[in-house]
């Protein structure tokens, strides 16, 4: 990988218009980087903690150093890198690199990110993940997922939820991906939620929604199947939402959500149960909020 790595800096170097001091002062940053990726234009920042294997690796494209605007040595590579050279770079065993790359090759329409996608969706590979102030550890597939959707829904106001809606139904690619999430084992809630709202999948996907929604607890598939396959379902339903909020798995979502599947049953014991256990609160920017 190393030597992979060194022969891709080469290429850029002399088939760029970088003189040789601007391209060795960039290799030199990308070497001597810390630990935070930041993409000012969207506000995420990556961070990626280096394992004693990786310390010693010295490729030239270690880490991404931390400045005013670490953003100018992606567009710089981005823009000088080949899109072999940047399916090389998906490869790093450093995985901010790769998520580098694998953002590089979206901006570039690449033609089969889904095999990207798919490649890191197996892996399981995380970088630490900083949003503003949220700050958890993410999926590489899952970071390329968001840089996707928003990639496709670079041209339309942040206003237009009707043109946004229909660009992400009707969106092939999108689709393709979505269904690889649904089906993985494990999947980063955040885009298995985004997987199962408003799209209804074929009849094939229900046995693993259910799987999801009944066997995991998922109150994203739970909710899938209260909107689109209630008929059969209502125990099944009922008795997952109740086990959810016993658990205390609902400190996340507004409980009006719940609060509604279960009242619409109109089941006097269920009833008690919501007055009891979910009482309406005032609304938490900090949860999830959502509707049915």
């Given at each position: ?281 005032k609304k938490n920017p900090y949860l999830i909020r959502?509707?049915?």
């Open positions: 990988m190393k030597k992979i790595i060194y022969i891709i800096l080469l290429t850029i170097t002399y088939s760029s218009c970088l003189t040789a001091q601007e391209a060795h002062e960039l290799i030199t940053n990308l070497e001597k980087a810390d630990t935070f990726y930041n993409f000012p234009s969207n506000n995420i920042y990556l961070q990626y903690s280096v394992s004693d294997s990786l310390a010693n690796d010295r490729t030239l494209l270690k880490q991404l150093r931390k400045k005013e605007d670490p953003h100018h040595d992606f567009e710089l590579l981005k823009s000088k890198a080949t899109t072999q050279e940047l399916l090389e770079l998906t490869k790093s065993s450093n995985k901010i690199v790769a998520s580098y790359a694998g953002w590089g090759l979206i901006d570039r329409e690449y033609k089969d990110i889904l095999k990207i996608f798919n490649y890191f969706l197996n892996s399981d590979d995380e970088v630490y993940s900083a949003t503003g102030c949220l700050r958890r550890n993410r999926y590489v597939y899952s970071i390329l997922y968001t840089k996707y959707r928003q990639q496709i829904l670079s041209g339309v106001g942040t206003t237009d939820f009707k043109r946004s809606k229909e660009i992400l139904l009707n969106d092939t690619l999108l689709f393709k991906m979505d269904s690889l999430v649904v089906f993985k084992k494990d999947s980063d809630n955040l885009i298995l939620r985004e997987a199962l709202y408003n799209r209804v999948y074929s009849s094939n996907f229900l046995p693993r929604i259910k799987q999801l929604a009944f066997n995991d607890l998922n109150i994203d598939a739970v909710k899938y199947i209260f909107k689109n396959h209630l008929q059969g379902n209502e125990k099944s339903i009922q008795a997952t939402l109740i086990r959810y909020v016993e658990e205390g798995r609902n400190k996340y979502y507004r409980n009006e959500v719940i609060r509604t599947m279960l009242l619409s049953f109109k089941n006097e014991k269920i009833n008690q149960f919501v007055l009891e256990k979910l009482p309406k609160t959502d509707k049915l």
